[in-house]
């Protein structure tokens, strides 16, 4: 999409696959392309799972490169347009380092609610701000407004507070619902650290315990700094405990195909 693509022109989610047969957590994918297209003004046709089930039958089973993510090989885009038409698009998964990453900070791109926090059609911004990152020699941007973090380009971040509370920017503020933090919510909260969704301003960002992002890309990642400075303790409890809840699902938690067939 170019810079001056309509929002409104289409809805899209991209979830893990395989290369084959299964995939992650595609009922939490499709229930947010649903939630996201009524407020994009989108119709979507009922049986858009066995749609997408149709054409990826026409696929041939994909093998994975040198360099390719080894926890999430691809990535399956699904994309619905406001004229109706129906796409899909399959992508290699790149392979993110283990160190904590480092992390750029930026203005959030100029959309309002409630277009922002969707998966909109002028997603250019969001991929511009990570080749933003990468021209500087960091791996993610980080995406605030008026001094309070919104989102990650594509991902959502998690703070660990001092008070022993995980924080998120929460959509109704602009960020996007994160699928891959509703599919380890649970699990992190049972291990013992609530998740709580806060606005979280600079100052918050200094004292932070810990900070890390998530996405289905990427799955859980240590951020070690901001624009050079250093946030918190990388790698710690936040980061081992979402880390193995991640791991825990990708060994148990992907689905066959033919649930999509139940959706």
């Not at 009524?38 to 360099?67: A, C, H, R, Y």
């Not at 926890?71 to 399956?76: G, H, N, V």
């Not at 959502?156 to 602009?174: E, F, K, Q, T």
């Not at 990388?234 to 148990?252: H, S």
């Amino acid at each position: 999409m170019s810079t001056s693509a309509n929002p409104s022109s289409e809805v899209w989610t991209a979830m893990a696959w395989d290369g084959k047969r299964s995939f992650l957590a595609p009922d939490l994918h499709f229930n947010r392309l649903l939630k996201h297209s009524q407020i994009l003004g989108i119709e979507v046709v009922d049986d858009l799972p066995s749609m997408v089930l149709s054409e990826l039958e026409k696929q041939t089973s994909f093998n994975p490169s040198n360099g390719t993510n080894k926890e999430i090989p691809f990535l399956i885009k699904i994309i619905v347009e406001k004229n109706g038409n129906i796409s899909i698009q399959m992508r290699e998964n790149k392979d993110w380092k283990d160190d904590p990453l480092k992390a750029i900070s930026m203005m959030l791109p100029n959309f309002e609610l409630p277009i922002l926090g969707t998966k909109h059609g002028d997603w250019q911004p969001y991929n511009n701000a990570r080749e933003q990152a990468l021209s500087h020699d960091s791996d993610i941007a980080l995406l605030f407004k008026n001094n309070l973090l919104i989102d990650g380009d594509h991902c959502i971040p998690l703070m660990l507070d001092i008070d022993g509370v995980a924080y998120h920017p929460s959509n109704v503020d602009g960020a996007l619902d994160s699928v891959t933090l509703e599919l380890l919510r649970n699990d992190i909260e049972e291990l013992g650290i609530p998740i709580r969704s806060a606005k979280i301003n600079l100052n918050m960002l200094s004292r932070a315990t810990e900070l890390i992002v998530m996405g289905s890309g990427m799955g859980v990642c240590s951020v070690g700094s901001i624009d050079g400075t250093l946030i918190g303790k990388p790698k710690g409890k936040l980061y081992q405990i979402a880390r193995d809840v991640w791991l825990n699902k990708l060994n148990n938690d992907w689905l066959n195909w033919d649930f999509l067939r139940e959706l």
